[in-house]
Every structure is written in C-alpha cells, then in structure tokens.
C-alpha cells in the first residue's frame, strides 16, 4: 500500500465506480464521495427504499449493466474510503473541501478524479417555472429513486435521446404518456443513419422504444417550436407549433430537457483549462490522452468534460485511473490502456452523430419573450437582460452578471447560465463562445449554514 496521500474520487457513476476499481486493484485506497445515498449515479440511480420493483424493471435493457456496477462497487466497501451523501463544493492546492451530513471537512488529495455527471440543460419558455413543470432528470429520479410519476396525464418535450428514453419508462410505469414534442426536425434524422454505422445496437434500442410509445398511442412530433406551458397555479397544457399551425394539448405535467450540460465547477476550481467546445455548445475542461487535465494530478472522466453517456463513462472512469497510476510510476496495463483510448475515440464519433441527429434548437433565443424568466433565483426576465445589453453595451457573461443578477442566484448559474449567453450573443452580435462564461466560484452547490462552526480537518 502507497503511503502517499491517497487519491480522491469525486462521483460515485459508472466513471467514479470504474475508476475505483483500477486503483484498488492497483493496490491504492482511494477516498470516493458522492451526493447520493448509494451509488450508481444518474443513470444507474438506485431507489430510496424497496418498492417491490426489480432491477429489470428500474433498467430494462440496461439492468444486467446496473447489477455489475452495483456488485462491483460493493467488492470495494473495504478497501475504499467511501462517502456517501457528501459534497464536495471546492478544490484548491490538493485539497477539497468536503459537507458530510452537517459537518465540513477537508480532505487532502494526491491525485484528484472529477467525475462529476451532467445535468438536464434547460432553456427557458413560458410557464417552465409552473409546478407539474420537471427537467427529464428530476422526471427520472421521481421514477427510478422514490416510485413515483410527475404526473399522470404527461408530456414530455425537448430534444436529445434522453427525450425517448424518459418518456418510455414512464409508459412503462403505467403512466399516461399524451404526447413526446421534439425540436429537433423530422430531416435531422439522418444523422441516425451515421450513428447506426458506428452503434446498430445503440440506435436500434431508441427506435424500439419511439415504436413501442406509438403502439400505446403516444403521438410523436418533431421539428416542434414555440412551446408555451399553461395553467394557473399549476400546468393544465401545452402549446407549441409544429409547421405553421398551432396546437395545444391538455396534461397535468410536463417533463422537459434540451440534451445535457456538463458539470464543469470543480473542474474550473481546480484550474483547469477550458475551451468552448461547438458540439455542447458549451465551454468544457480540456481533456488529454487518459483522461488527463491541463493541470497535473487532475483527471476527468465520464459526462462531466463532455456528454458521452454510461458506456464511455466506465471506460473513460478506468482509463483516467490508469492514467494516474502511469503518473505515479505505478505499474498499470499499457495494452488496456490502449484498448480503451480506442473503444472511446469510437463512442465519441458516436456522440457527433447522434448531436447531428438532435440539433440545438436555434430559434430558442430568438423567441423568447421578455417576460419569461431565465434566471429564477434572481428573477430576471428576458427583457430585462435585453435591455441592460443595449443599455450597458455588454458583450461578455460576467459583466451582465455584475449588471443584472443573473447567475449570482443559489444555483450559481448552473441553471441560467446557457440560456444566459444564448440571449447574451443574440442581443449582441456575437457567436456564442466569444461572450465567455461564467467563472466558478465556491460553493458549487448551497451548503447548510450549520457548516460554519463545525469545521474539521480530515487526518
């Protein structure tokens, strides 16, 4: 066993679990912190409680993927330092700073994996902050964690496979799926034809479950525009166009994503270098050969630098471990290290058709009306932020945040942010990469105020 300070894994997903394992197995222990109360991640999110349901029933298809990550992370309970239900909301110098249950500690680190997720990108509409109103993930957890629907009479709208996906396990609940709104245009689908060159069993999968959605007779529309959520005091419909005409459609709730946004804060604390990549839409932590940052000792892996799904993120959980068994000398597997460099580079190729098949939604900040609000924990509207361009002459993200408010709010833009730079550059002239971003700051996420006195440093 190493008696250098051991290595600090942040996520406990498919890449948090994976990468675990490689070290482990490298003779390393590991210190592994993770939200949620279990692990698995957002994909593999394990329930609350026992509701009766089996695993099949949780991950159809992905099931048998689940059981060997829960099974495999389970090996590791001895040999890992394992914290569950803890956050960890800065990273700086080797040394992170971490609220478990109520209490701060800080932890240091040789070596530092961020294998921090994604989250639902969401832009924006009319009646988005109704109750009833869901991103795909909340939806999600609703289903996979507590057992429960959103509603029962439920739309789902937005783009990106996760879209399909979502509202095909709500069907399978029994819940009442009225309708799937997607974005992204009937004639963008030929980017599934590229997609079914590299992944036949990927794209297949998502046509089995529009098919299967039909069959129970929900209706599926794409190249959908001008989406208005409506009711009072709670969602009662949905309004969108769809070819020059418009329609409506009564629910009780509405479960909506535009694709995912990379979690990139602890990334940007910790000093890595980013770049705007044009796919995301979004600026990204630079990722080298193995997972490594431009910072040494950091590793990415998984959807946190960059949206690549559960598959790429266990192989790229594993390659970012091997890559830091490789920096400290260690003994480590070249030849499987190679092996995962290629299987990767091949989910990636993936992940660029697949984007070609579901477009970001141009016409959204175009359309959106002054009066709807971007950034609900400040409330700023539309036509505020519009305004303060013209007036102030802005051009770049942080000084309409000194401006306006937007993003200074508890979510510290993780929300607003992409909608505030889509509606920054439109006003503006500008394309989008050249406004900036928002510059991280700690916290990553609110913390409890009981943290304050209760500070400890971690042995």
């Known amino acids: ?10 996520g406990a997903g498919p890449a948090g679990v994976r990468a675990a394992e490689t070290l482990v197995k490298a003779g390393l222990k590991p210190c592994v912190v993770d939200e949620a109360p279990a692990c698995g991640g957002q994909i593999y999110r394990q329930r609350l409680v026992d509701d009766g349901r089996s695993v099949e029933a949780l991950y159809g298809s992905e099931a048998s993927k689940a059981g060997r990550l829960y099974a495999a992370f389970a090996a590791l309970s001895d040999q890992i330092d394992y914290r569950p239900e803890a956050l960890v909301w800065n990273v700086s110098d080797g040394t992170a700073d971490i609220a478990v249950r109520g209490e701060h500690r800080r932890v240091p680190y040789d070596g530092l994996i961020l294998a921090t997720g994604a989250t639902d990108r ?55 799926v009225l309708a799937v709104l997607d974005a992204a245009p009937r004639a963008a689908r030929v980017g599934l034809i590229r997609a079914a060159l590299l992944a036949p069993d990927i794209v297949a999968r998502g046509l089995r479950f529009a098919l299967a959605l039909r069959l129970r007779g929900t209706r599926l529309w794409s190249g959908i525009s001008d989406v ?54 979004a600026f990204l932590p630079i990722r080298e050969i193995g997972g490594r940052s431009s910072v040494p000792g950091v590793y990415l892996a998984g959807d946190g630098a960059g949206i690549a799904g559960a ?15 490789e920096d400290r000398g260690l003994a480590y597997d ?16 993936l992940r ?41 002459q802005l051009t770049e993200l942080n000084r309409m945040k000194a401006v306006t ?16 730079a889509e509606l920054l550059a439109l006003e503006a002239g500008r394309d989008v990469d050249a406004v900036g971003r928002f510059r991280s700051q700690a916290p990553v996420k609110p913390l409890p105020l009981t943290l304050g006195p209760s500070c400890e440093a971690a042995e």
């Open 311 to 325: 598959d790429a993120a266990e192989l790229g959980g594993e390659r970012a471990a091997l890559a830091l068994l």
């Open 405 to 420: 408010r937007v993003g200074m709010g508890r979510c510290q833009g993780r929300i607003c942010a992409a909608a505030a």
């Open 1 to 10: 066993m190493s008696s250098r300070v051991q290595p600090l894994i942040v």
């Open 334 to 349: 070249e030849a499987r290290a190679r092996n995962l460099d290629r299987r990767l580079s091949r989910i990636f190729r």
């Open 228 to 281: 208005r959520i409506e009711g009072e005091g709670r969602v009662s419909a949905i309004s969108w166009d769809h070819r020059g005409e418009r329609h409506q459609l009564p629910c009780d709730a509405v479960g909506y994503g535009l694709g995912l946004r990379s979690e990139t804060q602890l990334a940007d604390l910790a000093g890595c270098m980013m770049h705007f990549e044009a796919r995301d839409r």
């Open 122 to 176: 969401v832009l924006p509409i009319p009646g988005w902050t109704l109750p009833g109103v869901f991103t795909l993930g909340g939806a999600q957890i609703a289903l996979k964690a507590q057992g429960c629907a959103i509603g029962e009479k439920v739309v789902f709208v937005g783009s990106g496979p996760l879209l399909y996906l979502v509202a095909w396990q709500y069907a399978c609940a029994g819940v009442e």
């Open 352 to 392: 660029d058709a697949l984007e070609a098949a579901f477009p970001f939604p141009a016409w959204w900040a175009q359309r959106i009306e002054d009066q709807t609000l971007v950034c609900r924990c400040e409330e700023i509207d539309a036509g505020t932020m519009r305004s303060a361009v013209r007036d102030f």
